[in-house]
């Protein structure tokens, strides 16, 4: 058999012929021929006659631990349809591609199941590469069918570069909670260019949002879908609930360092017997997650310190039953207490004297409908919480996300519900 034709039925690329095998210091490269005379354009026209001819190297899938890459003569047309010169499709690459769509493929699957370094170390290739080779398979994969038929969307930001950048990211509760759009920015304009892109029929059929206690995202939905029910997303009352008591036990922290400073240990050796002097900011500082977690998940130490808590009729103990309360808020049996439960909270809470509590109860009651909203309708947050920290890690696996475009593909391609078909299974 000859080497040609060997590589012929090795590689199957579509439209085009081996005609030579060459093996060069960087790997196998194996040049190609067109079975078609005429060149095409992307937009499909047929060209007749060739603008001129380059010759252009595509990456292909490693040959063992060789690279291999695939060469052939790629021209150029004047098309009427474009009313331009562009370079011809060719059928084993996409657009603009250095690599061919198989190794795109590989390496976009890898991206939504593993990180960075392993993408790049496991097929040779640079992290930019690996961004634009992200854009341009979520570009062929997300088309606007993904904005028809939206009735219940949530909305939340995302914070990435530190903190110091946010995106807005728009999700389907109804499609599992698939990202259908994400933008730069979280004001209220970033949210609206969404709206538009939806269209008024789009909008007008929205049924339910979902956002968080902001103004901005409640500011572009009122102004483009009015009809639409707003609801607070449970995930961000619990978690505006526990920011709360963690700011209380840091005021408790300060006062406990105030009046009672620890005691410096001596130098040397403790004589025997005696118990190391207490430490109480200390052990304040250390309750936090004691009254942070979940009390089904707390271990026999947490407990014991909401004990400990409970006995001193400690400040922090109140505030731990006052978020336990608010939380229990999603966790009714029957929907139709939520009403009366949350105002039994929002009373309790706005006469505690516990000044962070007493500024949450002003929010709370601020939000009250949006909230009560979230919960008749049911939209659950267990998607949007999942969705968030997925993203976080999307974010946090590509750390050298340099510009939000890189990021947002990302995004759509781990989150967005897009299925990328190996090579392998095709
Ligand atoms: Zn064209």
């Not at 439960?341 to 002003?362: E, G, M, N, Y």
Request: hydrophobic share 35%; glycine share 6%; proline share 4%.
């Amino acid at each position: 058999m000859r080497v040609t034709t060997a590589f012929n039925k090795l590689l199957g690329i579509p439209g085009a012929n081996v005609v030579s095998v060459t093996f060069s210091p960087e790997g196998v490269v194996v040049g190609l021929r067109y079975r078609r005379r005429r060149p095409i354009c992307p937009c499909g026209w047929r060209g007749r006659a060739v603008y001129d001819r380059s010759t252009r190297r595509w990456r292909h899938l490693d040959l063992g631990a060789v690279k291999l890459f695939l060469e052939a003569e790629i021209r150029r047309l004047h098309c009427r349809r474009c009313d331009r010169v562009r370079t011809e499709a060719v059928d084993w690459a996409r657009l603009g591609a250095r690599h061919t769509r198989d190794f795109e493929d590989v390496v976009a699957w890898l991206c939504q199941h593993t990180d960075k370094t392993t993408v790049t170390k496991l097929l040779r290739t640079s992290w930019e590469t690996v961004a634009g080779i992200v854009s341009r398979v979520v570009a062929e994969h997300v088309d606007g069918h993904r904005l028809e038929n939206i009735y219940r969307i949530g909305v939340d930001e995302v914070s990435y570069r530190k903190g110091h950048r946010y995106l807005t990211v728009v999700a389907d509760h109804d499609r599992d909670g698939a990202v259908i759009w994400a933008g730069e920015g979280h004001d209220h304009k970033v949210l609206e260019e969404f709206y538009d892109l939806l269209g008024d029929e789009g909008c007008a059929q929205l049924q339910a949002v979902s956002l968080d206690m902001g103004g901005a995202y409640k500011k572009a939905t009122d102004a483009k879908a009015a009809q639409a029910r707003q609801c607070v997303d449970p995930f961000h009352v619990v978690k505006l609930a526990n920011e709360t008591i963690d700011k209380a036990r840091r005021q408790a922290w300060n006062i406990e360092r105030r009046t009672n400073p620890a005691v410096k240990r001596t130098r040397g050796r403790p004589p025997a017997g005696s118990s190391p002097p207490p430490n109480k900011p200390r052990w304040v500082k250390h309750t936090r997650w004691a009254l942070l977690k979940d009390p089904d998940d707390l271990n026999d130490n947490q407990l014991e310190v909401l004990h400990q808590l409970r006995r001193e009729r400690s400040v922090l103990y109140r505030c731990w039953q006052l978020k336990e309360g608010l939380r229990d808020l999603f966790q009714l049996r029957h929907v139709e207490d939520a009403a009366e439960h949350l105002d039994w909270w929002l009373t309790w809470a706005c006469r505690c004297r516990i000044p962070a509590f007493v500024t949450l109860s002003r929010t709370i009651r601020a939000n009250r409908d949006r909230i009560l909203a979230a919960i008749e309708l049911g939209l659950s947050n267990s998607k949007l919480e999942g969705l968030n920290s997925k993203i976080r890690l999307t974010n946090h696996r590509g750390y050298g996300h340099h510009t939000a475009a890189a990021l947002i593909a990302m995004i759509y391609l781990c989150c967005g519900g897009i299925t990328v078909e190996l090579p392998t299974g095709r």
